[in-house]
């Protein structure tokens, strides 16, 4: 079945950096795009960006654009977030998805469990 | 970007019960809106899709509808898994947005 398998907590200081992993299995890594999105603790998602997991190439949301960097790895299905100069209010889950569909209309079919990154002095 | 307003914040029925979430966004946005359920401390779940497509083994007692700028998910008899919380999201253009979520509680 297909599965997307996120890295453990993360503690991090502010200024700090981040990078969350999300290896996927069952289906062809190729075949869609992926998805970040967090959670701030009693909030909605909120959505941070997208990656072509062919080619590479991303889309970010502007909120996160001079921060962020998302990047694949063909050979093991895989595909990581890193989220630089943490901030406290960078405190969230983080949470890769499958899209499904064609650009720019994916819907998020199946998701990882999430990772908590907690920036704290 | 779109601005995706949910109501109610919190809703609270019975089983049994039928319920229905509102979901207006900002511009008109086709029918490019899906639904989730989320439970506290797991990934949010994928209950419909361009409004009104059931997700693979989501019961029919959901249901999506709406096309432009409103949006509804019914749930016709209301089961004890369904009290969650859920988002409706725009997937017309980035950056997606959610609306604030509705609490469905006993």
């Known amino acids: 079945q297909v599965q997307l398998v996120q890295s453990g907590a993360e503690m991090k200081k502010p200024e700090a950096s981040v990078r969350v992993s999300c290896e996927t299995s069952?289906?062809?890594?190729?075949?869609?795009?992926l998805h970040w999105l967090r959670q701030a603790p009693g909030q909605g998602p909120e959505w941070m960006g997208i990656i072509n997991p062919t080619s590479g190439t991303t889309t970010y949301a502007q909120k996160f654009q001079d921060r962020v960097i998302m990047t694949r790895d063909s050979s093991t299905s895989a595909v990581f977030m890193e989220l630089r100069n943490l901030r406290s209010d960078d405190t969230a889950v983080y949470f890769c998805?499958?899209?499904?569909?064609?650009?720019?209309?994916?819907?998020?079919?199946?998701w990882g469990k999430g990772t908590m990154v907690t920036v704290s002095s | 970007d779109i601005q995706v307003t949910q109501s109610p914040s919190t809703l609270s029925a019975s089983v049994g019960d039928r319920v229905i979430i509102t979901c207006r966004a900002s511009?008109?946005?086709?029918?490019?809106m899906a639904w989730y359920q989320q439970k506290p401390g797991k990934a949010p779940k994928l209950l419909v899709y361009?409004?009104?497509s059931l997700a693979s083994g989501v019961p029919s007692s959901f249901s999506g509808s709406g096309s432009g700028t409103e949006f509804t998910l019914t749930i016709s008899s209301l089961q004890a898994d369904d009290f969650a919380t859920y988002y409706c999201q725009q997937y017309y253009s980035f950056p997606y947005t959610f609306g604030q979520g509705t609490k469905l509680e006993i």
């Open positions: 511009q008109g946005i086709s029918r490019w």
């Open positions: 998805a499958r899209g499904v569909g064609g650009w720019p209309y994916y819907y998020l079919d199946v």
């Open positions: 069952g289906y062809t890594f190729t075949s869609y795009y």
């Open positions: 361009q409004a009104s």
